[in-house]
Every structure is written in structure tokens, then in C-alpha cells.
């Protein structure tokens, strides 16, 4: 009896075994096959497609400079596509808000690099692309910013970043321009809110004016969303300086121009490129007359943007935007920046990128610097006269 006791232990371990390993066995081969499975519809659903994502605000107070910004990247995607693709490949757009806002941006960029995407084109305000880079950088993707411009993202750059736009640097010298040679004026103020963009400019335009021998009398600093400016504007008009320069946003410069004009002041007033938008002269109101703004090319001033402000029109009903022509110009760069580099492979797309020179946008012509950057400035002078901006120069 202990012996077939013993003996039927035996057998239903073994048979335990047995069907444990089985079990062990077929759940790693649905295991892989499931793996399998996964991998080939994820490469089923990128077969001839190029995915490409977009990263502007869409959300927040500069939502209306990012959704015109996503209109002419998805408007040039398209033509693109209308025309065979990119090396018979179809581009896939994916767009992500970054709000302008800095924590916002980085859950945008990790959206889209969890997403798949092959290259990214967009990128509105410098503050909140500034974190951005690290996250493309470290992902190794290629990443055209169309719009944001302050010195930071220069070091901040991980190689794999272009800038389409002119720089702070290419700025200040169109202001120090405007004040020297056209306002003929020697002192200044500059006002600006503390973000990466308005910040850089300010201290830029501070060196290159003093450089050319002028005085700035002083530098004020904003809050964003401040509602009112009685304190700085009473510090200005006790300096009273030949001319003020604004180099923060449209929102909240419009409503510091009214209260600066409301309350005397009557030197000359200058923005930077993130007042350019016609919403500028409807929140002032008459306070804007006279205002210049030092700002990058914008399509109806440019003689090859005709065509696609026709076509903007047409699919949109509307005019496009300050920062339309240098988002459509983005996505054809890219566009070009592959072909050339004859691959859809991301590091050879970089160098293609990097290595940049003498492309033809509507915006104008770009050449890319070893340091990432636009080698020549593209920015003009704009006068807001009757609720719109005319072309100064």
C-alpha cells in the first residue's frame, strides 16, 4: 500500500509538472505571438506613411497665433501629399497644444515622441520651448522651430533643432535701426515680462543700444495677465524717455499701451514680433496708432506668398496669421530636408537639416548656421495706422 501510495504521488506530480510546463510554454508562445501580432500592425499602420508632429498653442491667450500656425502646417501637408508625398510616402500630421506654457510644452513633446513621431515643426513661445529641447533632443528627432527665436534655445540645443525664424540678436538690430536711424531718438525704456523671449530681447536690444551710444533709462518688468500698469507707467513718464519698446505679447502689450497713452505719455512706442497680431490695435484701440512693430515677414507683405494667401483663404475663410508663411515654409523644409537626405532615417534627416542652404520659402530664403540658426535676419518694420499693419520698410 505505501508503495502505490508512493507511486501515485509520483505520478500526479509528474502529470503536474508536466502540465505546468505546458501551460508555461503555450503562454509564452501566445505571449509572442501576440508581441508579433502588435509589431506588425504598428508597422502595418506606418507602412508609407511619414508621421510628423506639430507643436504649437492652441489653448491660452496666444491660442489664436497657434491655431494659424497649425492651419498653414496641415495646409502645406496636404499639397505635399496632393503631390505624391515625401520619397512616396504620405505625411501624417499629429497635432499637440503647448499652451505657450512651459510645464504644458513638456506633456506636449512627451505626447508626441510617445506617439511615434518621425519629426517634429512648430514651436510658438521661447519659454515654452525651452524644455521642449531636451525632450526631442533626447529622442533624437528632428525638430524645425518655426516661430520661437530667443538666444536661449541656442545653447539649450541638442543638435537636432533648427530655427527658421530670426533671432533676438537679428531683432535688436532692427530696433537700435528704428530708433537711430528712423525715430532719430537717443533714450529709451524697455519693458518686458521675465519669459525667455520678451527677456532676451529686452537685454539684447539694452547691449546693442548702448553699444551704438544711446541710453536706455531703465528696464521694467510686467506680470503676465497684469491688468494694471499704473505703477510702471508712472515710473516710465518720471524717466521720460524718447521712446518705449514692449518686447513681451499682443495680449497683454495692447492693454499697456492704452493706459500708457491714457496717462500722458507721448514718445514714440515700439513692440516686439509677439505684438504682431491685428488683435494688438483691436484690444488699444486708437492708442495703437503710431506703434511700429519690429517683426518677422508676414505673407501679405511678401511678394511669393501670394498663391497660398489665396489658398488660406479658400480652405479657411480667413486671412492667415503673422506666423503662417514661416509654419508653412516649415513642413516644405522638412520635406526637402528628406529628400535630400534620400531616408526617413531621423539622424540623416538632422544633418540634411543642419546642413540647410539657400531653401526657397514664401517667408524668404534660409540658410542654416553651424549654431542651428537663420544666417540672415528676416525682420521688417510694421506701423499700425487705422486698425492695421503697414509694411514701413
Not at 497665433?65 to 501629399?81: F, H, L, T
Not at 519659454?127 to 530667443?150: E, K, M, Q
Not at 524717455?241 to 499697456?256: E, I, K, R, S
Not at 514714440?268 to 494688438?280: H, M, Q, T
Request: hydrophobic share 40%; aromatic share 8%; charged share 20%.
Amino acid at each position: 500500500m505505501l508503495k502505490k501510495g508512493l507511486a501515485l504521488v509520483l505520478f500526479v506530480f509528474l502529470a503536474l509538472m508536466m502540465f505546468g510546463c505546458g501551460s508555461q510554454q503555450s503562454s509564452q508562445q501566445s505571449s509572442n505571438s501576440e508581441s508579433q501580432s502588435e509589431t506588425k500592425t504598428e508597422e502595418k499602420s506606418f507602412d508609407g506613411e511619414i508621421k510628423v508632429g506639430l507643436i504649437m498653442p492652441l489653448t491660452g491667450s496666444e491660442a489664436t497665433y497657434g491655431k494659424d500656425m497649425e492651419n498653414a502646417m496641415i495646409m502645406a501637408a496636404d499639397e505635399i501629399n496632393d503631390s505624391g508625398g515625401v520619397l512616396g510616402k504620405k505625411l501624417v500630421t499629429v497635432s499637440a497644444d503647448d499652451a505657450a506654457d512651459p510645464q504644458q510644452a513638456s506633456a506636449a513633446a512627451n505626447k508626441l515622441v510617445s506617439s511615434g513621431v518621425m519629426a517634429v515643426v512648430g514651436s510658438y513661445a521661447s519659454g515654452a520651448t525651452l524644455p521642449t529641447l531636451a525632450i526631442f533632443g533626447d529622442a533624437h528627432i528632428p525638430h524645425i522651430i518655426t516661430v520661437a527665436n530667443s538666444t536661449k534655445l541656442i545653447n539649450e540645443n541638442r543638435g537636432n533643432a533648427i530655427m527658421i525664424n530670426g533671432t533676438a540678436l537679428h531683432q535688436g538690430d532692427k530696433a537700435v535701426e528704428l530708433f537711430q536711424d528712423i525715430w532719430k531718438v537717443d533714450s529709451i525704456v524697455i519693458v518686458h515680462q521675465g519669459d525667455a523671449y520678451s527677456e532676451d530681447l529686452a537685454n539684447i536690444t539694452k547691449q546693442k543700444w548702448e553699444e551704438a551710444g544711446h541710453k536706455v533709462l531703465g528696464i521694467e518688468v510686467a506680470n503676465k495677465g497684469e491688468q494694471d500698469y499704473s505703477s510702471i507707467v508712472t515710473s516710465i513718464k518720471s524717466k521720460n524717455p524718447d521712446a518705449v519698446y514692449w518686447t513681451a505679447y499682443y495680449a497683454d502689450g495692447a492693454l499697456f499701451i492704452k493706459q500708457l497713452r491714457q496717462r500722458g505719455y507721448e514718445g514714440k512706442i515700439a513692440v516686439g514680433d509677439g505684438c504682431n497680431s491685428p488683435k494688438l490695435m483691436e484690444i488699444a484701440g486708437s492708442a495703437a496708432d503710431g506703434v511700429v512693430c519690429t517683426s518677422n515677414p508676414m505673407a501679405e507683405y511678401l511678394p511669393a506668398a501670394k498663391d497660398f494667401i489665396q489658398k488660406y483663404k479658400s480652405r479657411y475663410n480667413q486671412d492667415p496669421g503673422p506666423y503662417s508663411s514661416l509654419s508653412y515654409d516649415g513642413i516644405y523644409l522638412l520635406k526637402d530636408a528628406i529628400e535630400r537626405a534620400g531616408s526617413t532615417d531621423k539622424e540623416a534627416i538632422i544633418k540634411a537639416l543642419r546642413e540647410t542652404k539657400g531653401f526657397k520659402g514664401i517667408s524668404g530664403e534660409v540658410t542654416i548656421t553651424d549654431d542651428g540658426t537663420l544666417a540672415k535676419s528676416n525682420f521688417v518694420l510694421l506701423e499700425a495706422k487705422d486698425g492695421k499693419w503697414n509694411l514701413m520698410q
